[in-house]
């Protein structure tokens, strides 16, 4: 069992082996489904929507890389300025930078210890093309699809700054989508029809808009704790970097945050091979 925002998720891990020893890890859910595979060779293979299927670029957790446990539960995270980590594990170094609010402060054999503070410690720079590619209308980020158009809460609003359409549409978001954990990444006019999802139906709805209104935005993939006292740990997480007065600035419209809780930790997930713990 995993616990996503408070819900708890069952699934189940079977390993097969043929008879030449080549190994397939299945995980199911409850009712047998096929959430997620892996052959002996790291293959990683998952269930997705016909919209995210095709994006090759985005980075999306591995199932068993749903939830990292602790020792110890954290502080009301209203209280929390600054957290700590020490992240062990192969592949941790190359998949876990610097990032707006997060920084690597000392390296030590096998581990590596990572400071996230409420306040930015970095700044993530606009690239050439990032303006331009990041606004851009794609089948994850429909922009101009008129379901979008329909539901743009700024549609007809023409004289606030950009701090304050972000402001809005974090928001927006936040009340828009009632908190539920999906199986699949479902499209955004699905999410829109629905209104219901986790952390990545808030993020890619938060994003479509984002760009709707001339905002560029791009997905975060990581983890955050997840507040739960019985069983402390972090959990896979998804939000959004908005580009603003030429920095990446990074807002979470699943938890309502313009400025984000530091107990975010941003991780490249197609870099990490094993998370033995924090």
């Known amino acids: 069992k995993i616990h996503i925002h408070g819900q708890i998720i069952e699934y189940y891990v079977l390993e097969l082996a043929d008879s030449d020893g080549i190994m397939l890890t299945k995980t199911l859910d409850r009712d047998g489904r096929t959430l997620e595979f892996e052959l002996f060779?790291?293959?990683?293979?998952?269930?997705?929507?016909?919209?995210?299927?095709?994006?090759?670029?985005?980075?999306?957790?591995?199932?068993?890389?749903?939830?990292?446990?602790?020792?110890?539960?954290?502080?009301?995270?209203?209280?929390?300025?600054?957290?700590?980590?020490?992240?062990?594990?192969?592949?941790?170094?190359?998949?876990?930078?610097?990032?707006?609010?997060?920084?690597?402060v000392k390296r030590e054999e096998g581990s590596w210890i990572v400071e996230i503070s409420r306040t930015p410690l970095n700044k993530r720079a606009e690239k050439k093309d990032d303006r331009d590619h990041f606004v851009k209308s794609t089948p994850q980020y429909p922009k101009v699809d008129f379901a979008v158009q329909q539901v743009n809460p700024l549609v007809a609003t023409t004289h606030l700054s950009d701090v304050d359409k972000i402001k809005r549409l974090v928001k927006f978001v936040d009340e828009y989508i009632e908190d539920e954990v999906v199986d699949y990444t479902t499209s955004v006019l699905e999410i829109i029809e629905n209104r219901k999802g986790d952390c990545t139906e808030h993020t890619q709805l938060f994003i479509t808009l984002a760009r709707a209104n001339g905002i560029p935005a791009r997905q975060v993939s990581g983890y955050i704790y997840t507040a739960d006292e019985a069983k402390p740990a972090f959990g896979a997480h998804a939000w959004a970097e908005v580009l603003l007065n030429g920095e990446w600035k990074q807002v979470d419209a699943t938890w309502g945050e313009f400025e984000i809780n530091p107990t975010h930790v941003e991780v490249l997930f197609d870099k990490i091979k094993t998370f033995k713990g924090l």
Not at 57 to 71: H, L, M, T, W, Y
Not at 75 to 99: K, Q, Y
Request: proline share 8%.
């Open 41 to 104: 060779d790291g293959l990683t293979g998952r269930i997705e929507s016909k919209d995210t299927a095709p994006n090759l670029s985005a980075s999306i957790p591995s199932f068993r890389f749903s939830k990292v446990s602790i020792d110890a539960s954290l502080p009301a995270i209203e209280n929390i300025s600054t957290v700590r980590l020490r992240l062990t594990g192969d592949g941790v170094a190359e998949a876990v930078p610097d990032s707006p609010h997060q920084t690597v």
